[in-house]
């Protein structure tokens, strides 16, 4: 993960966020690594305090994030040895203003991030002002990871329920494989239904591992400027 460059302001909205969230890891907690530009940062800042003498065992949400923090030297551990997190840091594409739910997974890694999710105790979510929407999916589609066995027939599935699904394509014109093996189509999200409807009616077709709606998951929202942070708390 290239870290952002330093003079752009979208950039700076990043930093100042992960700057912030990466503050609240105190010395003693098992942290969640999460994915993406924004979390490179965080990992960066905590590779940063775990030099000085900060204390900490995290583990990562995709495998560029483990490199990232084994690279620091940063202590990672497995869920064999560490069944909880206190807390996990990530990033976001989309948080709907008021409730806090999410999109996730534009970076790939939305299975391991929701496993290691909820897993933590706390999610914090670390972002630029432009992932903050009225409507979830009004700006990004729905990542949904898929088993590839068969999976013309999920798309099928998911299309008759008005997905839309459109697979994740690499540069080089082959389907994007995901840490897990999986393909990723992109969706709609139908407005019959309503997000929780979208979300079990996305878990309850076979041939779909998991989607990338984080429903009530998130706790906190910081959002990064160029002149400091604000920091939304979910009412739960
Ligand atoms: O969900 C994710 C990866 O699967 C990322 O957290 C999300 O894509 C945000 O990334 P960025 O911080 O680069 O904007």
Same mark, same amino acid.
């Given at each position: ?95 709907? *203003? /008021?409730?806090?739910?999410?999109? &996730?997974?534009?970076? @790939? ?8 999710? #909820? !897993? ?75 997000? *929780? /409807?979208?979300?079990?009616?996305? &878990?309850?077709?076979? @041939? ?8 009530? #998951? !998130? ?18």
């Amino acid at each position: 993960m290239s870290l952002p460059k330093q003079n752009d302001p979208a950039e700076a909205a990043k930093r100042a966020a992960a700057q912030w969230a990466a503050s609240q890891i105190e010395d003693g907690m098992k942290v969640g690594l999460g994915s993406g530009s924004t979390s490179a940062l965080v990992i960066a800042e905590v590779g940063r305090r775990v030099a000085e003498g900060m204390k900490i065992t995290a583990i990562a949400t995709s495998l560029r994030s483990q490199e990232q923090a084994e690279s620091l030297k940063i202590p990672m551990s497995n869920f064999g040895d560490t069944p909880r997190l206190d807390v996990t840091i990530d990033g976001a594409d989309e948080v709907q *203003e /008021g409730t806090l739910h999410l999109i &996730k997974g534009h970076g @790939g890694a939305l299975l391991r991030e929701k496993i290691v999710a #909820m !897993a933590s105790d706390k999610l914090l979510i670390a972002v630029d002002p432009s992932k903050l929407v009225k409507t979830l999916g009004s700006v990004f589609q729905l990542p949904v990871e898929i088993v590839p066995f068969g999976w013309e027939t999920t798309y099928k599935r998911l299309s008759d329920l008005g997905f839309a699904p459109e697979m994740r394509m690499k540069e080089d014109g082959t389907p994007y494989i995901t840490d897990g093996q999986h393909y990723i189509f992109h969706c709609a999200l139908p407005s019959e239904r309503t997000t *929780e /409807g979208n979300a079990e009616a996305l &878990k309850h077709t076979v @041939g779909v591992v998991e989607h990338g709606l984080f429903l009530g #998951m !998130a706790n906190r929202v910081v959002i990064g400027s160029p002149d400091g942070i604000q920091v939304l708390e979910a009412n739960r």
